[in-house]
């Protein structure tokens, strides 16, 4: 079954940094989307990044434009997202994506059924 494992979430200062990481297993990972979204306390989830696996195409929310970059390591069929430059309103669940399965969310039109279990993070002020 398709496994998505996340880590790098964790707590850091308006103005710091982190990146998460997301390793995939037994999901066809080329050409494929792979994605980050987030979810906050009382907020619905929101697509904030996403991969195209076969192009590197890149795709953004605007809220974290200029600030976030999402890569990946296509032999380790894993995703990252680097996060600079965070803000209070970053705080969130993070989640790791892919399309396909069950369809529960879209981001950019794409739509993603496979989930991460999650991963922290908090930005204090």
């Known amino acids: 079954q398709v496994q998505l494992v996340e880590s790098g979430g964790g707590s850091v200062q308006a103005g710091g940094s982190l990146r998460l990481s997301c390793a995939a297993s037994g999901y066809t990972y080329s050409h494929n989307l792979m994605g980050w979204f987030r979810q906050a306390p009382g907020k619905e989830r929101e697509g904030v990044a996403a991969?195209?696996?076969?192009?590197?195409?890149?795709f953004y929310a605007d809220s974290v434009k200029g600030r976030f970059t999402i890569s990946q390591d296509n032999t380790k069929k894993t995703v990252y997202l680097q996060m600079n430059r965070l803000k209070p309103e970053d705080t969130a669940l993070y989640y790791c994506?892919?399309?396909?399965?069950?369809?529960?969310?879209?981001?950019w039109g794409y739509g993603f059924g496979y989930w991460g279990q999650g991963t922290q993070v908090t930005v204090s002020s």
């Open positions: 991969i195209a696996t076969g192009s590197g195409a890149t």
């Open positions: 994506a892919a399309n396909g399965g069950v369809i529960s969310a879209y981001f």
